[in-house]
């Protein structure tokens, strides 16, 4: 008897295995190598370099690739939950980034990332690294930055049913959703996908920052965004915003949303400026 009760103990343990490696690739990165001065995860991705135009081993957007498709985990199940609870689109989209606002707060790399004990002054957190990195039930939030926000978001963007695509402007990352029927955004952009304008701006820099907000840096286009929900990664310029492309409400909401938010995106752009020059 006591054969089979080890025999039956063993097999629980195996399956066991068995299912959290088919589980694991959707967690953390759990390990990172160091080559030429640069930290590369478990994925081969570049945590210190965003790269140009897309191309690997930069992270800009390649990281999310390991929050996505088939390594999805706790942000895209995160967006699925918000989903089920904010059956209205616009009312989901709005929650989702109220979301991270109140669970995440702007950090600088240099202050919260060591590796080896040395500060990263660029250091690229994926939407799952962020993500355990809060806890709900302790109340505790967590750091990060431009780059660490736009890949939560849109992780959790994807997860609650959205098209989303990570932005790549100088010395910033940010994110655009397609919601062309929101009616409070300052811009609804084109980035010449076939589309037509609808995609509008994500800004969860600054707590207060609210949906569809383009802060004024970056209204004159020059920036490319990704798309991710294919994972095809292919870059767009957007067409250049037509006078008048914000409605009513957006002024106003460009008036009064927006102002303690954009006291801390610009402490937060001079030094992110500084952090990426090379």
Known sequence: MSCVRYLLVLLFVITLALACSRNAVGIPASSFTQENGDWYDNWGIDRND???????????PNLAIETLGANK??????????????????NCAVAILKYVQTWTYYG???????????????????????????NQNTGVKAVGDCEDMAFLCGTIYVGAGFDAAVIDAPYHCALLIWLPDFSNANDYWDINDGRGPG??????????????????DFEDGSWTAYPINSLQFVGHSPAPLNSGSGICSGAILMLV??????????????????SREK
């Open 50 to 60: 965003p790269g140009y135009g897309g191309a690997l081993p930069g992270y800009l």
């Open 73 to 90: 985990e706790l942000a895209y199940s995160i967006g699925q939950q918000l989903q089920d609870e904010y059956p209205n689109k616009i």
């Open 108 to 134: 600088y790399d240099s202050d919260n990332f060591f590796r080896n004990g040395v500060a990263q002054d660029e250091w690229a957190q994926n939407a799952d690294d962020f993500a355990h990195a809060f």
């Open 199 to 216: 995609w509008i701006w994500v800004e969860a820099t600054g707590n207060t920052n609210p949906l569809g907000w383009t802060p004024p």
């Open 257 to 274: 949303g927006p102002m303690v938010g954009l006291v801390g995106y610009r402490s937060y752009l001079d030094r992110k400026t500084n």
